[in-house]
């Protein structure tokens, strides 16, 4: 396999781990960017266990997930059933708390950034079993009466609230499985790239993946696939000195999409009236 | 007598059958040499990027003029990584396949990230911009164009130290990015050295606007300034200092990647009588570098060339003389054997004719390499002295 399909395939791999964990929590309305925090913290702790303690990959990606979900479980305490804006407030805070953490601690290698993690002998073997579990079990959620109630919330919180659904549990549910996602995420990058930087984790990371989001939509798991693989794929395939614009290319696709489609490219009701194509044939 | 004509027809039939598969083997199996280079033309060093790519694709046509390399042209490829390390492991995936070498990346965040992926691909990477603390962990698939930070640069500041003998403390307005800090710590070391105390001042990576981090720094009373930070925030500050009545600008001392054309146009008629060094001397006598210096002048608004302006050119013209000397032809056939041919000789260069200096390199390190301290005079820079 060319170095290009495998770099493509995995960073496109790692995206839909990450756009997942931002879709969940999105469920019931909260854009949760903490997720992009914990990717960080789990990628450096992935990091600084391999290096300099010769953990192997499966006990610190197991480690990864539990200390995402940790993390995110702690503060959904407070933003479980915070509006939107206070969810992504407090996660893009998150975002630079870390990034600027890391920034100066030279244990981690601070602006320079963090080397010589080792690489994983089968990345996209590995990366693939992982997003086939983490996509049944996201499939199962939306499919189970949690999913149903999700789909509630995000329509009218005050109606689901009158059916006996419980917000605030759910949206703590959510962002911690989100957390454990991006945990798992964090892992499989430094695993994957070998290496690590703060600046990796910033506006630029979140507003890939809300594009990732928006364009795939937002309302089915399935649209982050497409759209993970188009927006990483095109800036790959084009020449350099087209790619480089790729941050308008997103930009104007985002306004397109969200002009023409506001659910973005796969919607539910696109699913369903697919599915309802093929029985009925 | 037919035998014998026939016989030596037959001998000279083979003799000329084996000089054409010799000749054959040797021949250039490419069009255009394309040289890819792994640069940053945007982001926060855009402007040093865009010098590096000017002297490299200058260097390209220069040759392409005196006839190319092996008769044939020579392209440079610029990638942009815009100082994002994921985004110089995906431009290095794109090449790493196929090419014969490549030039940078550049800077050192996106070596660290690229490089290794260019290791497990057999690539030899031209790292012709920064020093051996970066680069030695990938020896021998890099080289190091200087030697390590710690040896090279204090004895500049030793030297400015001695200029200025009156200097007992003085403050380093020091940015965290990228190799910025370690450069720092070695202009400590040169002026501890000196007896000088120095106290650092850390200059946030999106500051604006300068005032309170001037009035924290002249707080402290020191004799002399270092700046360790990009060019436009060098500028800045030290228009501030004069501003507030700093009036001994030879205390003042610019590092070597401030070097650049946002400094001069930021920083004005404050710059008079600053300190400033870096890797290349502008009164040099050498034609190619008159020349070079001139085109340079002519496509960039009369500034002179950026302190590690010539990297690429002289790294341009080591690769041609490792494709001539070692006969390369650039088969995809023999791709690993003859970026291994590169490799070898470009870390062992000997009495390399660069465009201001002659040098040699010793398992990918710089033999010697002065660096030049000067003052800035009506925008020009005057040669104080140099450093080895």
Same mark, same amino acid.
């Given at each position: 396999?060319?170095? #290009?399909?495998?770099?493509?395939?995995?960073?496109?791999?790692?995206?839909?781990?990450?756009?997942?964990?931002?879709?969940?929590?999105?469920?019931?309305?909260?854009?949760?960017?903490?997720?992009?925090?914990?990717?960080?913290? #789990?990628?450096?702790?992935?990091?600084?266990?391999?290096?300099?303690?010769? %953990?192997?990959?499966?006990?610190?990606?197991?480690?990864?997930?539990?200390?995402?979900?940790?993390?995110?479980?702690?503060?959904?305490?407070?933003?479980?059933?915070?509006?939107?804006?206070?969810?992504?407030?407090?996660?893009?805070?998150?975002?630079?708390?870390?990034?600027?953490?890391?920034?100066?601690?030279?244990?981690?290698?601070?602006?320079?950034?963090?080397?010589?993690?080792?690489?994983?002998?089968?990345?996209?073997?590995?990366?693939?079993?992982?997003?086939?579990?983490?996509?049944?079990?996201?499939?199962?959620?939306?499919?189970?009466?949690?999913?149903?109630?999700?789909?509630?919330?995000?329509?009218?919180?005050?109606?689901?609230?009158?059916?006996?659904?419980?917000?605030?549990?759910?949206?703590?549910?959510?962002?911690?499985?989100?957390?454990?996602?991006?945990?798992?995420?964090?892992?499989?990058?430094?695993?994957?790239?070998?290496?690590?930087?703060?600046?990796?984790?910033?506006?630029?990371?979140?507003?890939?993946?809300? #594009?990732?989001?928006?364009?795939?939509?937002?309302?089915?798991? %399935?649209?982050?696939?497409?759209?993970?693989?188009?927006?990483?794929?095109?800036?790959?395939?084009?020449?350099?000195?087209?790619?480089?614009?790729?941050?308008?290319?997103?930009?104007?696709?985002?306004?397109?999409?969200?002009?023409?489609?506001?659910?973005?490219?796969? #919607?539910?009701?696109?699913?369903?009236?697919?599915?309802?194509?093929?029985?009925?044939? | 007598?037919?035998?014998?004509?026939?016989? $030596?027809?037959?001998?000279?039939?083979?003799?000329?059958?084996?000089?054409?598969?010799?000749?054959?083997?040797?021949?250039?199996?490419?069009?255009?040499?394309?040289?890819? =280079?792994?640069?940053?033309?945007?982001?926060?060093?855009?402007?040093?990027?865009?010098?590096?790519?000017?002297?490299?694709?200058?260097?390209?046509?220069?040759?392409?003029?005196?006839?190319?390399?092996?008769?044939?042209?020579?392209?440079?490829?610029?990638?942009?990584?815009?100082?994002? +390390?994921?985004?110089?492991?995906?431009?290095?995936?794109?090449?790493?396949?196929?090419?014969?070498?490549?030039?940078?990346?550049?800077?050192?965040?996106?070596?660290?990230?690229?490089?290794?992926?260019?290791?497990?691909?057999?690539?030899?990477?031209?790292?012709?911009?920064?020093?051996?603390?970066?680069?030695? *962990?990938?020896?021998?698939?890099?080289?190091?164009?200087?030697?390590?930070?710690?040896?090279?640069?204090?004895?500049?500041?030793?030297?400015?130290?001695?200029?200025?003998?009156?200097?007992?403390?003085?403050?380093?307005?020091?940015?965290?990015?990228?190799?910025?800090?370690?450069?720092?710590?070695?202009?400590?070391?040169?002026?501890?050295?000196?007896?000088?105390?120095?106290?650092?001042?850390?200059?946030?990576?999106?500051?604006? *606007?300068?005032?309170?981090?001037?009035?924290?720094?002249?707080?402290?009373? +020191?004799?002399?300034?270092?700046?360790?930070?990009?060019?436009?925030?060098?500028?800045?500050?030290?228009?501030?200092?004069?501003?507030?009545?700093?009036?001994?600008?030879?205390?003042?001392?610019? =590092?070597?990647?401030?070097?650049?054309?946002?400094?001069?146009?930021?920083?004005?008629?404050?710059?008079?009588?600053?300190?400033?060094?870096?890797?290349?001397? +502008?009164?040099?006598?050498?034609?190619?570098?008159?020349? $070079?210096?001139?085109?340079?002048?002519?496509?960039?608004?009369?500034?002179?060339?950026?302190?590690?302006?010539?990297?690429?050119?002289?790294?341009?013209?080591?690769?041609?003389?490792?494709?001539?000397?070692?006969?390369?032809?650039?088969?995809?056939?023999?791709?690993?054997?003859?970026?291994?041919?590169?490799?070898?000789?470009?870390?062992?260069?000997?009495?390399?004719?660069?465009?201001?200096?002659?040098?040699?390199?010793?398992?990918?390190?710089?033999?010697?390499?002065?660096? $030049?301290?000067?003052?800035?005079?009506?925008?020009?820079?005057?040669?104080?002295?140099?450093?080895?």
């Amino acid at each position: 396999m060319s170095s #290009t399909l495998m770099y493509f395939l995995g960073f496109s791999m790692t995206y839909i781990l990450m756009a997942w964990s931002i879709y969940l929590p999105y469920r019931v309305k909260h854009l949760h960017f903490l997720a992009v925090a914990t990717m960080a913290v #789990t990628s450096y702790m992935g990091g600084i266990l391999s290096v300099n303690f010769g %953990w192997s990959f499966l006990p610190t990606l197991l480690l990864s997930i539990v200390i995402g979900a940790l993390i995110s479980y702690l503060i959904s305490h407070t933003i479980g059933n915070a509006p939107t804006f206070t969810v992504v407030i407090v996660g893009i805070t998150f975002v630079f708390i870390i990034k600027t953490a890391i920034e100066n601690t030279d244990y981690l290698g601070g602006t320079i950034g963090l080397f010589g993690i080792p690489v994983l002998d089968h990345p996209l073997i590995i990366l693939f079993a992982f997003l086939l579990v983490i996509g049944y079990f996201l499939y199962r959620i939306d499919h189970s009466r949690i999913g149903r109630a999700a789909s509630v919330i995000f329509t009218d919180e005050n109606l689901a609230k009158s059916m006996g659904i419980k917000p605030k549990q759910i949206g703590m549910l959510f962002q911690t499985i989100s957390g454990g996602i991006a945990g798992s995420a964090g892992v499989f990058y430094a695993f994957f790239v070998g290496s690590l930087f703060p600046d990796f984790f910033t506006f630029h990371l979140i507003g890939t993946l809300m #594009t990732i989001l928006f364009i795939g939509g937002y309302t089915t798991m %399935w649209g982050v696939i497409p759209a993970a693989l188009i927006l990483r794929g095109v800036p790959m395939i084009l020449p350099s000195s087209i790619a480089s614009w790729r941050l308008l290319i997103y930009g104007v696709l985002l306004v397109a999409i969200i002009a023409t489609k506001p659910k973005g490219l796969i #919607t539910k009701k696109m699913l369903w009236e697919l599915l309802k194509k093929r029985s009925g044939s | 007598m037919r035998k014998y004509v026939a016989k $030596f027809i037959l001998i000279m039939l083979l003799i000329f059958a084996f000089g054409s598969m010799t000749f054959a083997q040797d021949e250039v199996a490419v069009d255009t040499w394309e040289i890819h =280079f792994l640069n940053s033309v945007t982001g926060p060093i855009a402007s040093i990027g865009e010098y590096m790519s000017w002297s490299a694709n200058y260097a390209a046509a220069k040759i392409n003029e005196e006839g190319g390399i092996r008769g044939k042209p020579v392209e440079i490829v610029i990638h942009d990584t815009g100082v994002q +390390p994921d985004k110089g492991i995906e431009e290095m995936s794109k090449i790493v396949d196929d090419v014969l070498v490549v030039m940078g990346p550049v800077p050192e965040a996106v070596i660290m990230a690229a490089v290794p992926l260019a290791v497990r691909n057999g690539l030899f990477c031209m790292t012709s911009s920064t020093s051996y603390e970066y680069t030695v *962990e990938y020896f021998p698939w890099t080289l190091s164009w200087y030697p390590p930070t710690e040896e090279k640069l204090p004895p500049v500041t030793e030297l400015w130290a001695e200029e200025n003998p009156e200097m007992e403390k003085v403050v380093q307005f020091v940015e965290k990015w990228a190799a910025w800090p370690g450069m720092a710590g070695a202009h400590t070391i040169g002026l501890n050295n000196k007896n000088v105390k120095v106290i650092d001042v850390e200059v946030p990576k999106d500051a604006v *606007e300068f005032s309170s981090l001037v009035v924290k720094a002249l707080a402290e009373d +020191p004799d002399g300034f270092v700046l360790t930070c990009n060019p436009d925030k060098a500028g800045k500050i030290i228009k501030e200092l004069v501003n507030r009545g700093w009036e001994e600008k030879d205390n003042i001392l610019v =590092f070597s990647s401030a070097d650049d054309t946002a400094l001069y146009t930021t920083g004005g008629d404050a710059l008079n009588g600053i300190s400033i060094y870096n890797y290349i001397d +502008p009164d040099s006598e050498n034609e190619r570098w008159l020349n $070079f210096k001139q085109e340079y002048k002519e496509d960039h608004d009369g500034k002179n060339p950026g302190s590690l302006a010539t990297n690429y050119y002289d790294s341009v013209y080591m690769i041609k003389e490792a494709i001539e000397e070692g006969k390369l032809t650039g088969d995809p056939a023999k791709l690993a054997e003859e970026r291994i041919k590169i490799r070898d000789y470009c870390r062992n260069v000997e009495n390399f004719k660069g465009i201001q200096i002659t040098w040699s390199m010793n398992e990918g390190l710089p033999t010697s390499k002065p660096i $030049f301290l000067f003052e800035i005079i009506d925008g020009e820079k005057q040669l104080i002295g140099k450093s080895r």
